[in-house]
Nanobody
Framework: QVQLVESGGGMVQAGGSLRLSCAASGRTLRHYAMAWFRQAPGKEREFVGA????????LYADSVKGRFLISRDSAKNTVFLHMNSLKPEDTAVYYCAAGVYSGHTVQLRRGYDYWGQGTQVTVSS
């Protein structure tokens, strides 16, 4: 079992920045990917970005590419989502997820077995 705990959400004005954290515990995640998804009201949960823990390769959705960055602190088993130049359309509940890495499913919800509780990000115009 893997437990994921997110933190760092909040409210920010358009153009501002926030950093989300996801702390993982419970088992070794060496062959895992950790990802961020988000879900806005009335919309499907969508992929934001992911990091492959064995190698640190990252992947981002086109909507956030160049604005968001995923990094990690291996010693603390924590992954971060650095969000810059935030827009009102970035408003959503952001979820951290973990799953065994596969290039075929890294952008898909079904590629992840473990999910955090979600943290709200609100960007005002």
């Amino acid at each position: 079992q893997v437990q994921l705990v997110e933190s760092g959400g909040g409210m920010v004005q358009a153009g501002g920045s926030l950093r989300l954290s996801c702390a993982a515990s419970g088992r070794t995640l060496r062959h895992y990917a950790m990802a961020w998804f988000r879900q806005a009201p009335g919309k499907e949960r969508e992929f934001v970005g992911a990091i492959k823990l064995n190698g640190e390769q990252t992947l981002y959705a086109d909507s956030v590419k160049g604005r968001f960055l995923i990094s990690r602190d291996s010693a603390k088993n924590t992954v971060f989502l650095h969000m810059n130049s935030l827009k009102p359309e970035d408003t959503a509940v952001y979820y951290c997820a973990a799953g065994v890495y596969s290039g075929h499913t890294v952008q898909l919800r079904r590629g992840y077995d473990y999910w955090g509780q979600g943290t709200q990000v609100t960007v005002s115009s």
